[in-house]
């Protein structure tokens, strides 16, 4: 029988074993493995951003003596983007001196103190950049596990002397859209079978981020706020490894290190032989399990632009992962080869190499960081490249543009300056060895320097391909793409401090006119925000001097005339928006000029606010209408309504002053009544600007625009038909240019090139090339002979690719059609483009 002392002794000894075994139980509850945490297996369904995001959390806050943390940005939508840094107690404890360390092994620290050579290597791994390449998310769940799991005791040991740095989707918005898209067409058990909608992720695709942008060529460019956000952080790090996860068909095999040819020439030999270190590391593991691997082939190092080759020219070994997958894998495809390729096992194969990837970074971590300071050594001490100095000259009508390069280059990290003299070197715009002089203001950028090898990436007139056969554009140097005149020089310079100009006060004064000179972005900005308001503007078609100041084609003139209805406050409206925009106003006291045509001439056109539709959904290239939309959205600021092609029908014409066709296959173009309907929309008043792929199917119609006929084939060599089987890629070559810079020649009389000098660099991706227009045309942009200028173009494409026009204007009735046969917005770093479609859009 029990006493009541019994009784409270059992009690209690009752309810200390009830407190330990919770206690116990919650031990083992508090760090859990993804399976436990979200309540699946990873690999048997898409886990969206959020539980991502989740998880990590829960992974930092129950183990934080060894996970750090840190939200580093948000997407356009609003999600957050984040970086894990992971590693031992000890180094976490010390992560800032790590990082501090680490920058002056880079010469990228003010503080100048000797770095400390044994130090810890930086591994970041960065995973989904292309959304609908789904699997290397739920990879990073796996990896981030297994670096925490009390249990694997092989990890701890390798986190002693290596950091981990993990971006586990850097690009959330992509992969939400793909996520939420496949989730809501699965049914209970996913399909196979590849004809299913499950496996056909619809316009535009998971891929791109909110604006359509490949964020895996945004890396030097910065242009979307992923980018921004990250590379901010990426450069106060400096990793000396860093991995991009990918995806691509579900037949191939998967890829990893080391790369294919070309490689830039500037890529040293350690870091080419380290990629055949990690690539042998990664075969073991795969040679294990059996699995199916190639190397060597197809992503080459080329394009600055990538997850791989702006860390390689970092200093990093930067590398790209492919796994067979998305976005046509779904949760389970069927290969050609008859196999099931599950979710599960393309995360498995994403989760070795990283694994893999850390391991090598720690048996190789002191050679990792002498060979890394060694690069920078290099960089300070003797310059990358061939040319030691870079001039870009200053000249007042480019200041926009300038402005615009300076800023790139601080996004990366490039030092510059100015200097004052006279040196000899390459002159980009002719092409030749020239003397030149440099004067204060002008932009010196120098080849010593920690970031020389990304110095000399982005700014060679050509880069030395050391194959031809590459995965993307082979020219990209930023003098053309920013439209600059610029001498790269093989004397050392050295540059001193770089005065900025002030920035611009307007007042508001009693005058008859202000006058904004079409110079630029900022022009257009200022004028898009004050056709917005409502007030009227008119523009010069003739150069003009007036109070003795000279003001060239294209002017914009603000008058109190036609914008009686804003009062006293129309100057006001005026100096706001130049000021806000940096713009200088000159004040004009009478519209009677000295040279040109009087203000009520009919020299000076009115313009009001244009109501721009872009064309967009299926059938258009999601990038083209990318670029356009981030354009008005995020740097004219200028309203554009989104319209799906396939609504052609639902067009509300009285609501509509110009439609731009972006790249893209309209299905309504080969309708006769569709192209009738638009043809007499453009009659009363209306204007089509149509981009690459679309100026074609207009050269289709009977408007007057014609295809310049392919040249006959003058090589009468019947040998010729015996092509090797072998050289069949390389033959494929001979016929396309990948991306390389021309000169064209612009008449800058019309309104299309106002602002322009008599020249313009395109990009020419393709062989579309038009006759010129006799009589019912403006031929504003033509290729003449020997104009090209830098990167690849196939021998047989040579011929094709001069006497032709590539950018043209088309009166219909009291309408017009604007033809730009290349992409002046490529990408939306291809800065000299953008005044050419304000232009389009304004005038
Ligand atoms: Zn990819």
């Known amino acids: 029988m029990l006493t009541f002392a019994t009784y409270f002794y059992v009690m209690r000894k009752i309810l200390s074993l009830i407190l330990l075994l919770a206690l116990v139980g919650q031990a083992s509850a508090q760090l859990q493995s993804p399976e436990q945490f979200l309540g699946y297996k990873i690999g048997t369904r898409y886990t969206p951003h959020w539980k991502i995001v989740s998880y990590f959390q829960h992974v930092a806050a129950n183990a934080p003596k060894t996970v750090k943390l840190q939200q580093y940005g948000q997407t356009n939508e609003g999600r957050p983007l984040m970086v894990a840094f992971i590693s031992s107690e000890e180094n976490m404890n010390n992560l800032e001196a790590i990082r501090a360390n680490n920058l002056r092994l880079a010469n990228l620290s003010r503080d100048k103190a000797a770095p400390n050579e044994n130090a810890a290597p930086i591994v970041w791994l960065s995973y989904n950049v292309h959304g609908n390449e789904t699997s290397s998310s739920e990879a990073a769940l796996m990896t981030v596990w297994a670096l925490v799991d009390p249990a694997n005791t092989k990890i701890k040991e390798w986190l002693k002397n290596t950091v981990v740095v993990m971006d586990p989707c850097i690009n959330p918005d992509g992969r939400d859209r793909y996520v939420n898209w496949f989730n809501s067409v699965v049914g209970v058990k996913a399909t196979p079978r590849m004809d299913t909608r499950e496996h056909r992720d619809p316009w535009p695709g998971g891929r791109s981020n909110h604006y359509n942008f490949d964020l895996n060529r945004d890396w030097a460019w910065q242009t979307q706020v992923e980018s921004q956000q990250r590379l901010k952080l990426y450069n106060q790090w400096m990793p000396q490894i860093h991995v991009d996860y990918h995806e691509q068909g579900i037949n191939e095999p998967y890829y990893f290190a080391p790369a294919a040819e070309p490689y830039h020439e500037i890529i040293t030999q350690w870091q080419r032989d380290f990629q055949t270190t990690i690539g042998k590391s990664h075969a073991k593991y795969f040679d294990a399990n059996g699995w199916l691997y190639f190397t060597k082939l197809r992503f080459d190092l080329f394009y600055p632009s990538y997850g791989d080759t702006y860390p390689t020219y970092n200093g990093a070994i930067g590398m790209t992962y492919e796994q067979g997958g998305g976005p046509a894998g779904g949760?389970?495809?069927?290969?050609?080869?008859?196999?099931?390729?599950?979710?599960?096992?393309?995360?498995?194969?994403?989760?070795?190499?990283?694994?893999?990837?850390?391991?090598?970074?720690?048996?190789?971590?002191?050679?990792?960081?002498?060979?890394?300071?060694?690069?920078?050594?290099?960089?300070?001490?003797?310059?990358?490249?061939?040319?030691?100095?870079?001039?870009?000259?200053?000249?007042?009508?480019?200041?926009?543009?300038?402005?615009?390069?300076?800023?790139?280059?601080?996004?990366?990290?490039?030092?510059?300056?100015?200097?004052?003299?006279?040196?000899?070197?390459?002159?980009?715009?002719?092409?030749?060895?020239?003397?030149?002089?440099?004067?204060?203001?002008?932009?010196?950028?120098?080849?010593?320097?920690?970031?020389?090898?990304?110095?000399?990436?982005?700014?060679?007139?050509?880069?030395?391909?050391?194959?031809?056969?590459?995965?993307?554009?082979?020219?990209?140097?930023?003098?053309?793409?920013?439209?600059?005149?610029?001498?790269?020089?093989?004397?050392?310079?050295?540059?001193?401090a770089y005065q900025k100009p002030a920035a611009v006060v307007n007042t508001t004064g009693d005058v008859y006119a202000y006058v904004i000179k079409w110079e630029g972005l900022q022009s257009a900005k200022t004028t898009g925000q004050l056709l917005q308001k409502g007030i009227t503007l008119r523009y010069s078609e003739v150069p003009f001097e007036v109070n003795g100041q000279k003001f060239d084609r294209g002017s914009v003139i603000v008058m109190k005339t036609s914008n009686q209805a804003f009062g006293a406050d129309l100057w006001k409206h005026v100096v706001d928006a130049a000021n806000a925009n940096n713009v200088k106003l000159y004040p004009v006291t009478t519209g009677f000029v000295d040279n040109g045509g009087d203000f009520g001439s009919d020299l000076v056109t009115p313009f009001k606010m244009k109501r721009v539709v872009l064309l967009t959904g299926e059938g258009v290239s999601s990038l083209g209408a990318g670029e356009i939309w981030h354009f008005f959205d995020k740097q004219l600021e200028y309203p554009v309504s989104l319209v799906y092609a396939n609504d052609f029908s639902r067009i509300d014409w009285a609501k509509t002053d110009v439609i731009i066709m972006p790249d893209g296959n309209y299905r309504f173009m080969s309708d006769k009544s569709s192209t009738d309907e638009l043809k007499e929309w453009v009659s009363k008043g209306g204007k089509v600007i149509a981009l690459e792929s679309a100026v074609a199917a207009f050269a289709r119609l009977d408007w007057g625009l014609k295809s310049k006929k392919a040249e006959g084939d003058n090589s009468k060599d019947p040998y010729q038909a015996l092509a090797s089987y072998e050289n069949r890629e390389r033959d494929f070559v001979s016929t396309m240019t990948p991306g390389s810079i021309y000169k064209v020649q612009l008449d800058n009389t019309h309104p299309l090139a106002f602002g322009y000098p008599e020249y313009y660099y395109t990009l020419k991706m393709d062989d579309n090339i038009y006759e010129f227009m006799n009589g019912n045309g403006w031929n504003v942009g033509v290729l003449k002979k020997e104009n090209q200028l830098a990167g690849f173009v196939g021998s047989k494409l040579q011929n094709r690719l001069k006497d032709g026009l590539l950018f043209g204007a088309q009166n219909i009735g009291r309408g017009s059609v604007i033809y730009l046969t290349d992409d002046i917005m490529f990408r939306n770093f291809w800065e000299n483009g953008k005044l050419m479609l304000c232009n389009a859009v304004f005038f």
């Open 331 to 496: 949760a389970t495809a069927l290969t050609e080869e008859g196999d099931t390729l599950t979710l599960y096992d393309r995360a498995i194969h994403h989760f070795t190499t990283g694994m893999s990837t850390i391991e090598i970074a720690s048996i190789n971590a002191s050679k990792l960081i002498t060979e890394y300071r060694k690069f920078f050594n290099r960089a300070v001490s003797g310059g990358f490249g061939e040319y030691k100095t870079y001039i870009i000259k200053n000249n007042p009508k480019d200041a926009d543009r300038l402005q615009a390069l300076l800023q790139l280059l601080e996004k990366n990290g490039i030092e510059y300056g100015t200097a004052t003299g006279n040196g000899k070197g390459y002159n980009y715009f002719t092409a030749k060895e020239e003397s030149f002089s440099v004067a204060n203001g002008d932009v010196v950028v120098s080849a010593f320097q920690p970031r020389s090898a990304m110095v000399q990436a982005l700014l060679e007139p050509k880069s030395k391909l050391s194959d031809s056969a590459t995965y993307d554009i082979t020219a990209w140097s930023l003098p053309y793409a920013y439209g600059l005149q610029a001498f790269a020089t093989k004397d050392r310079i050295n540059p001193t």
